[in-house]
């Protein structure tokens, strides 16, 4: 069974600019949530995908958004990129369909910094 | 809204010492809690879970009740190893049970000396 991947590692960017993340879900799951985890924090949601399409959404502004494919597979684009997103980016999948769907599993991030 | 509170670090042990990591929640209907472990430049592991009221979810020598009528899910271990030096997060689920997201505490980080 694959586990949940994410790719970059890391990433630095400059203020203003924008950026792509990319997850890969676990092995026959259909949901991905994004959370935001800042130095020192627990992690913040973002928003969630199913069937291709936004299932919820956390307090972030509208420069967050994503995508989801038809293999599950995820992106998180972040326009506009300002100090304070810098973060480590966690990707979570779960099975929508399992008795045991609000278990989430994560993949290890990616360390975004923006300069 | 929702929400979680756990005890603040950082907490330093020896090993072999009794770990407990105290954890309390707030929510409106009946959440699922859990128990996530971040090692050091890592994602977050499940590390165990409970769904219902009375519930004990264990792992790898950790354990959790569910205790309703405080409100709370208590993280303890027996005998800590150097090993088990992470940070630890308590979290809900705030769908009732669903795949809704999961809402987390700030962490508490545990450092075990030889």
């Known amino acids: 069974e694959t586990g949940v991947t994410q790719s970059p590692t890391h990433l630095i960017k400059t203020r203003g600019q924008q950026v792509t993340l990319r997850c890969s879900s676990q092995?026959?799951?259909?949901?991905v949530s994004w959370y935001q985890q800042a130095l020192g924090q627990g992690p913040q949601f973002i928003f969630q995908?199913?069937?291709?399409?936004?299932?919820g959404r956390g307090n972030f502004p509208p420069r967050f958004s994503g995508l989801q494919f038809p293999n599950y597979s995820s992106e998180l684009n972040v326009n506009a990129l300002e100090l304070d997103d810098s973060a480590l980016y966690l990707c979570?999948?779960?099975?929508?369909?399992?008795?045991?769907?609000?278990?989430?599993?994560f993949g290890p991030g990616t360390r975004l910094t923006v300069l | 809204g929702d929400s979680v509170t756990q005890m603040e670090g950082p907490v330093t042990l020896s090993e072999e010492a009794f770990l407990t990591i105290n954890c309390t929640y707030t929510a409106t209907g009946y959440p699922s809690l859990f128990w996530y472990v971040q090692y050091p430049g890592e994602g977050l592991q499940l590390l165990l879970k409970a769904t219902k009221a009375d519930d004990k979810g264990s792992n790898k020598g950790f354990e959790a009740t569910y205790r309703k009528e405080t409100t709370s899910f208590h993280l303890e271990k027996g005998s800590v190893q150097v090993s088990d030096s992470a940070v630890y997060f308590c979290?809900?689920?705030?769908?009732?049970?669903?795949?809704?997201?999961?809402?987390f505490g700030k962490g508490t980080k545990l450092s075990v000396k030889p």
């Open positions: 979290a809900l689920s705030d769908a009732g049970g669903s795949q809704g997201n999961l809402i």
């Open positions: 092995s026959g799951h259909n949901t």
């Open positions: 979570a999948s779960t099975d929508a369909r399992n008795r045991d769907a609000d278990t989430q599993y």
């Open positions: 995908y199913y069937r291709e399409e936004e299932n």
